[in-house]
T-cell receptor, first 113, second 116 residues
Framework: EAGVTQFPSHSVIEKGQTVTLRCDPI?????LYWYRRVMGKEIKFLLH????????ESGMPNNRFLAERTGGTYSTLKVQPAELEDSGVYFC???????????FGSGTRLTVV | AQSVTQPDIHITVSEGASLELRCNYS??????LFWYVQSPGQGLQLLLK??????LVQGIKGFEAEFKRSQSSFNLRKPSVHWSDAAEYFC??????????????FGTGTQLKVEL
């Protein structure tokens, strides 16, 4: 089966611009997660979707971040406007059942200059 | 709140040597523990996990980890390291609300370098 796909793999944008990251989970996986790793720090939870609904968005840093999951399939994470501290690697993961082990994507490396 | 500490940021070992990566966690109940590996350009791959039962857990690629409740540790070991094991390793603890580690808290990672 195809894994979790994220694109772009890399993105370099200027401060103040908008960037949209996309995640395609494994087909049939209702649960989708976003995590972020800021350089040199730990990987941190951002939010969790169950189908199209946000189950937990307690990790979202501020209202410049907007996550959506239309139709319960792919998800997008938009950063608007981007700030320098948003630079890092954004990981997406999916799982079939609530609480079961995730499969992670390869991440999107975002650089804000 | 749960937390994970990986005290070693970088470790260098010679190929064929044994390896132990340290992980200490803080969690109020029975933890759900994981080790992930990230090779360059790849996603996070699950090496092994501990939910309950036997405290010595076998994983993929010849790795194992031992859960020690008294020490709040979940160290990762491999008896003989291969050059392809060079990667970054992450220990994580799950919140356990659903029995499967739903929301993960990660350590800061340990970068492993293997000398030939």
């Amino acid at each position: 089966e195809a894994g979790v796909t994220q694109f772009p793999s890399h993105s370099v944008i200027e401060k103040g611009q908008t960037v949209t990251l996309r995640c395609d989970p494994i087909s049939g996986h209702d649960n989708l997660y976003w995590y972020r790793r800021v350089m040199g720090k730990e990987i941190k939870f951002l939010l969790h979707f169950v189908k199209e609904s946000k189950q937990d968005e307690s990790g979202m840093p501020n209202n410049r971040f907007l996550a959506e999951r239309t139709g319960g399939t792919y998800s997008t994470l938009k950063v608007q406007p981007a700030e320098l501290e948003d630079s890092g690697v954004y990981f997406c993961a999916s799982s079939q059942d609530f609480g079961s082990t995730y499969t992670f994507g390869s991440g999107t490396r975002l650089t804000v200059v | 709140a749960q937390s994970v500490t990986q005290p070693d940021i970088h470790i260098t070992v010679s190929e064929g040597a044994s390896l132990e990566l340290r992980c200490n966690y803080s969690y109020g109940a029975t933890p759900y523990l994981f080790w992930y590996v990230q090779s360059p350009g790849q996603g996070l791959q699950l090496l092994l996990k501990y939910f309950s039962g036997d405290t010595l857990v076998q994983g993929i690629k010849g790795f194992e980890a031992e859960f020690k409740r008294s020490q709040s540790s979940f160290n990762l070991r491999k008896p003989s390291v291969h050059w392809s094991d060079a990667a970054e390793y992450f220990c994580a603890v799950g919140d356990g609300l659903t029995g499967g580690g739903n929301k993960l808290t990660f350590g800061t990672g340990t970068q492993l370098k293997v000398e030939l």
